[in-house]
């Protein structure tokens, strides 16, 4: 296993959905990411099977993963899916051959090892569910699903939840609500090493903050604990930017279509290239130092606003630990309206919270793409209100311009993107005495040996 | 640049003069005094470098910037390092564009003739032998016959034109603006030297912001400060001056310098202060010396650099040849200008990162725009200006409360465009982008930009206006004398380097010739 390999995403759903759960989150990833959405036995596509116990269905998982996955892969689960999840991380961790490459786990309103919360008035409601009319079960599931959202969801995700719920076998409804969710595997999980995610909802009822706290996290030796405001338990439908962007951080997720080609790669290594300029580039292939002078809240803010800047889609893969290690470093001057850059950048990114708060009601990171680009377009503009105890509006508006200038000078060194637009400056001479440079020089003077450009609208220039 | 083998001198010694800085304002001065025989040392706050290890890199070239922070504050706060400030042997000349026009013989009377700016207490005609004089020195490449100056001829042919350069002279010329191969202390040819190692022809590699790797780029530590070395002088490198000691007179006895931690006292007759116009008069304002006249620090300039960029069909490759390849003096006074002075255009190449910096800055695009946009690097040229500044009380240098590692308190820059730089910028954009259309360009974009660093130690015909007199001499201490671009009285719209390595053989001749003693 290479840790550098892109790993496969491992998607278990919640009670009554399916692998369509997580469509609207996988939008929101790199395009390149792979990713295995399981439908568990009685739900979506294997809804002709009658369900069954917590073992069988991860089971029924494990036995997928084995036939499915190599190299490195990170197990993401919802609700009843997280319980399941546990189970396997459990098997992966007593040496499963099958499971071998399990790098982190992420739970999601997770219905824990022990018996789950609930109380015996709405499993015993929702137990009776699903045996009237059409009528009748359409209205249970949209019940099912308000009961357990904070606000509303996009109209084609709610569609499309209630046709998994309606699609659900009943009997692998029952046994979950029966016995799977009273199942104890509390002392049998015991404590797990696998480095895991832990996100609540702030509105979920049973399986809220609260409890992951008490009954979740115990299980881990290294976890986070994320509570998402203004989301309840449904977070794959209701969050699916904002948990796409928690699942890329925690599961570091490279993205492989940002690695230098081999022509390019053989162009450094050649004797064009001098040492200095050869080690000065690969050192950039490296992932970065970790060292970051913000908190935990400040740091996924960073990469939320990194992802806005340099879409994650052509990030190289360390872009954002690349900018935390180097944006403080000198470089001759500051603008002198703001504080020292690390007070700046950790006020300025505090104030973004502020101000998604204010006015969403949420963390800058649950925003939505068009949300955050609002708040950011607003941000360039000096068209922000002043918050106590944070930076005014001028502040914030040289601040972000520090911002991209941070990010574009990590985007633009980078190998990948120099190999992206066919960049021949590195290759004007090595070590030798005679460095060849360039000639003859000119309009459309391209010598064989330089590099094209690989991306895939360049160039669109007209004119001349 | 080797100095294995350079004299040295003790401490304890009483030499003739102590140069701070190695840049355009000192290295002239040490070559000359120590060709004169006089023991010079010269200390130098960076290290001294070897150019083969120069990378092809934006972000590894780092090292050759100032990169101590400085505060930059105003409506139009100027960014430092990598724009304008260098450190190490050879100053700010390791990571300069060599473009190296004369000043114009009308910018250095602007206020006589518009009644705004400043004029230089020196008679420009009486200049011109030492601009003869330094770029037969340093080598510069150009045209055999310069448009808009009859008397002056190069003696190396130009440096190719790169892709920018075709695009705004085929432009220029469908606009009936003259343009020319612009002056470049870039040698095109071989270029053998006196008391210093011969220097190669470019090769067109585009990067000679990072540091000339080959040496035809002409730097202080391939000119200058071998032939200085050669005839005596002693370069101290990593040496940062914090203290010049006086005596009961007034005149300065030694120099302190803090060298890898600890501090040490240079004895000496004379001091040239050489530091550029941010560590010149942060030094005596530090010390408060030399300032009877209260101008130190004062009347800050930069000039006006505006951009044009703009994508075109054809492949330009912009990191290829010199970068700014061609030029245009018609805009010095132009007919319809609502301004005082003028400004000259050249073309742009530039090289990558640099560039991306520029448009997040500057074009204030991000996310998908932004990427769109920096794809299309192979295929972009830009257009520049460098134009006037007038002096003015609102923009000046102070000390903050923030000290640096040795317990100086860092600089505080003062800027904001006035009315005459708003005028000159809006003209600027008219024309830049109407060259742009000729040249075929789609896409085109201005962007805002000041460059270089003059002023705040302004010379004066007297000490109530002047830090220094016509000869970069202190009204105040007799033997303090200041050569860099800090005694500029007015910016001209010429970029400045070549007028300080003139005035620092002016300044040369005065002091060997017993100037005011």
């Known amino acids: 296993m290479n840790d550098a390999d892109p790993p496969t995403l491992v998607f278990l759903h919640f009670l009554g959905g399916s692998s369509n759960t997580w ?122 699903i308000a009961n357990n959202i904070a606000d509303s969801l996009d109209p084609s995700a709610h569609q499309a939840a209630v046709a998994d719920i309606l699609r659900t076998n009943r009997a692998a409804w029952v046994a979950w609500l029966d016995s799977g969710s009273r199942e104890n595997w509390a002392a049998r999980i015991g404590t797990l090493r696998t480095p895991a995610l832990i996100i609540a909802g702030a509105a979920d009822a049973d399986l809220g903050a609260e409890a992951q706290r008490t009954l979740m996290a115990p299980h881990f030796t290294h976890h986070r604990l994320i509570t998402l405001a203004a989301t309840g338990h449904l977070i794959p439908l209701e969050q699916p930017a904002a948990l796409a962007r928690l699942i890329e951080d925690h599961a570091d997720l490279p993205h492989n279509n940002n690695t230098i080609d081999a ?88 104030t973004l919270n502020h101000r998604a708060n204010h006015r969403w009601n949420t963390m800058f990171i649950a925003l939505s793409p068009a949300q955050q680009d609002t708040m950011l377009t607003e941000l360039a503009a000096g068209d922000t209100n002043a918050a106590p105890a944070s930076l005014d509006a001028s502040q914030m508006r040289l601040w972000f311009e520090d911002f991209r200038a941070a990010a574009v000078r990590a985007y633009m060194a980078h190998p990948a993107t120099l190999a992206r637009i066919g960049y021949s400056g590195i290759a004007y001479g090595g070590d030798g005495d005679h460095k060849p440079g360039f000639h003859p020089i000119g309009l459309d003077v391209v010598e064989p040996w330089e590099p094209k450009p690989r991306a895939p609208h360049a160039p669109a220039g007209q004119g001349a | 640049m080797n100095l294995d083998t350079m004299r040295r001198h003790a401490t304890g010694d009483t030499v003739d003069a102590v140069i701070i800085g190695t840049g355009a304002g000192g290295a002239p001065l040490l070559a000359a005094l120590a060709t004169a025989g006089l023991k010079v040392v010269a200390l130098e706050a960076g290290r001294n470098w070897e150019p083969e290890t120069f990378p092809a890199d934006e972000i590894a070239a780092a090292g ?129 030297q006196h008391n210093a190692l011969p220097r190669p022809a470019c090769i067109n590699c585009g990067y000679c912001h990072q540091g000339c790797r080959i040496g035809a780029k002409a730097s202080m530590d391939v000119t200058y400060l071998p032939a200085a070395v050669h005839a005596g002088a002693e370069i101290r490198p990593d040496c940062r001056v914090h203290t010049i000691e006086r005596d009961a007179t007034g005149k300065i006895t030694a ?180 060259i742009w259309q000729h040249a075929g360009a789609t896409d085109i974009w201005t962007m805002r930009r000041s460059a270089h660093t003059i002023g705040t130690c302004r010379m004066g015909s007297s000490a109530d206006t002047g830090v220094v007199d016509h000869a970069g001499n202190s009204f105040d201490i007799p033997n303090l004398w200041i050569c860099d671009n800090s005694v500029f009285p007015s910016a001209m719209a010429a970029n400045p380097a070549l007028t300080i390595m003139a005035l620092s053989l002016r300044t040369a001749d005065a002091f060997l010739r017993g100037h005011r003693t």
Not at chain 1, 306 to 328: G, H, K, M
Not at chain 2, 68 to 93: C, H, I, K, Y
Not at chain 2, 395 to 411: K, Q, V, W
Request: glycine residues 8%.
């Open chain 1, 23 to 144: 469509r609207y989150t996988i939008d929101h990833l790199p395009p390149s990411t792979r990713c295995l959405v399981i439908d568990l036995p009685g739900f979506g596509a294997a809804s002709a099977l009658p369900g069954g116990s917590v073992s069988a269905m991860a089971d029924e998982v494990i036995a997928t993963i084995g036939r499915t996955v190599r190299g490195r892969w990170v197990l993401v689960g919802h609700s009843m899916g997280a319980k399941i999840a546990t189970v396997i991380a459990r098997a992966a961790e007593h040496g499963a051959e099958a499971l071998s490459g399990l790098s982190h786990i992420i739970l999601l309103a997770g219905s824990p090892p022990a018996p789950e919360p609930m109380s015996e008035e709405s499993r015993a409601e929702m137990r009776g569910w699903f045996q009237g009319s059409a009528d009748e079960s359409m209205a249970q599931a949209r019940r099912y």
């Open chain 1, 263 to 350: 022509s390019y790669r053989a162009l450094i290594a050649s004797d064009r290239v001098s040492t200095h300029t050869r080690a000065a580039l690969l050192a950039r292939t490296l992932p970065a130092a970790e060292a970051s002078p913000f908190n935990d809240q400040q740091t996924r803010t960073l990469h939320a606003v990194i992802a806005r800047v340099i879409p994650p889609a052509v990030a190289p893969p360390n872009l954002a630990t690349t900018i935390a290690a180097s944006f403080a470093a000198p470089r001759g001057w500051r603008f002198a309206a703001l504080p020292p850059d690390t007070e700046a950048w950790s006020m300025a990114l505090d």
């Open chain 2, 64 to 192: 050759i910037y100032w990169r101590d922070e400085r505060l930059s504050a105003g409506d139009t706060p100027q960014p430092f390092g990598a724009n304008n400030s260098g450190t190490g042997v050879g100053g700010s000349t390791l990571h300069w564009g060599a473009f190296c026009p004369r000043a114009d013989p009308r910018d250095w009377r602007l206020r006589t003739e518009t009644g705004q700016g400043q004029d230089w207490p020196l008679d420009p005609a009486s200049f011109t032998p030492y601009y003869e004089q330094a770029e037969a020195y340093i080598g510069v490449s150009g045209p055999r016959a310069y448009p808009w100056d009859p008397s002056r001829s190069y003696r190396l042919p130009p440096v190719a034109r790169n892709a920018p350069a075709m695009l705004m002279q085929h432009a220029c010329d469908s606009l009936g603006i003259t343009t020319t191969d612009a002056p470049a202390a870039v040698v095109s040819h071989r270029f053998e």
């Open chain 2, 255 to 434: 120099v302190v310098y803090r060298h890898q931690g600890h501090d040490h006292r240079q004895r000496c007759a004379a001091v040239f202060l050489c530091a550029g116009a941010v560590e010149t008069p942060r030094l005596l304002l530090h010390l408060g010396l030399a300032n009877s006249s209260g101008q130190v620090g004062r009347n800050y300039m930069a000039h006006v650099a505006t951009q044009a960029w703009g994508s075109f069909t054809a492949q330009t490759r912009p990191h290829k040849g010199y970068p700014s390849s061609l030029i245009t003096e018609d805009m010095l006074r132009p007919a319809d200008a609502d301004f005082a002075g003028g400004y000259l255009i050249q073309s742009l190449g530039i090289v990558p990162v640099t560039w991306a910096e520029q448009v997040a800055r500057g074009r204030g695009l991000w996310g998908q725009p932004l990427i769109d946009y920096l794809d299309h690097y192979n295929h972009v040229a830009g257009v520049g200006i460098n134009g006037e500044c007038l002096p003015s009380a609102g923009n000046f240098l102070d000390l903050s409360d923030e000290t640096d590692d040795i317990g100086m308190r860092r600089p505080r820059i003062h800027f904001s465009y006035g009315e005459n730089e708003h005028r000159l910028e809006r003209h600027a954009q008219r024309v830049l982008t109407n």
